[in-house]
């Protein structure tokens, strides 16, 4: 079954605790992103991949670091944790945005808690 | 700046009734246009999508949007809206150029809610 996987889906951290959230497709898409969805904000995107080792920001990077080394798992890293952080995480995989008639699968979403 | 709106925060509808919720995008360059749904606690799932060609669309679940260019809309429709209707959908529009970043920039979102 074609599927996009985060782990852990639930997780509750202290300031200041380094995390990653991990993310993982079996499409082998070559496009990969991280967004962040908080109530009256809608869907925002952190992170994107184009490929392995290719990575840029989107518009809400601060404090987030990805990796990509591998085609098919595109982590997220929080190195310093803070509570503005709180929020549900998605992580999304797609053909290569350059060609037509693409789209976006979702991940089943990460709910974290910083106190 | 690229944005897309959804007016209506919330919405409630009775079931058997009619639905049509609305989406406003501003984009300078040609959009490819997005309906998710978010049940609760779950993931987003894509309800239809348009990229070019007739602009009425058909998505699952009997949903369907219609893109009108000259108003900037995107506006999803159901004829009869069933219980399991009620979630929170989200209108997202992406470049259509080549070479674009994939970011997909998403409106607020609509809460349905469907009454018995």
């Known amino acids: 079954e074609a599927q996009v996987t985060q782990n852990p889906r639930y997780l509750i951290t202290v300031t200041g605790k380094k995390l990653t959230v991990t993310c993982s497709q079996n499409?082998?898409?070559?496009?990969m992103s991280w967004y962040r969805q908080d109530p009256g904000l809608g869907l925002r995107q952190i992170y994107y991949s184009m490929n392995v080792e290719v990575t840029d920001k989107g518009d809400v990077p601060e404090g987030y670091k990805v990796s990509r080394k591998e085609k098919r798992n595109f982590p997220l890293i929080l190195e310093s944790p803070s509570p503005n952080q709180t929020s549900l995480y998605f992580c999304?995989?797609?053909?290569?945005?350059?060609?037509?008639?693409?789209?976006?699968?979702f991940g089943p979403g990460t709910r974290l808690t910083v106190t | 700046a690229q944005s897309v709106t959804q007016p209506d925060i919330h919405i409630t509808v009775s079931e058997g009734a009619s639905l049509e919720l609305r989406c406003n995008y501003s984009?300078?360059?040609?959009?490819?246009l997005f309906w998710y749904v978010q049940s609760p606690g779950q993931g987003l799932q894509l309800l239809l999508k348009?990229?070019?060609?007739?602009?009425l669309v058909q998505g699952i679940k009997g949903f369907e949007a219609e893109f009108k260019r000259s108003q900037s809309s995107f506006n999803l429709r159901k004829p009869s809206v069933h219980w399991s209707d009620a979630a929170e959908y989200f209108c997202?529009?992406?470049?259509?150029?080549?070479?674009?970043?994939?970011?997909?920039?998403f409106g607020q979102g609509t809460t349905l809610q469907v009454k018995p």
């Open positions: 984009y300078g360059a040609t959009p490819y």
């Open positions: 348009y990229f070019s060609g007739d602009t």
């Open positions: 997202a529009v992406v470049s259509g150029r080549a070479g674009n970043t994939g970011k997909l920039i």
């Open positions: 999304a995989s797609s053909r290569n945005p350059g060609q037509s008639y693409y789209e976006q699968y």
């Open positions: 499409m082998n898409h070559e496009y």
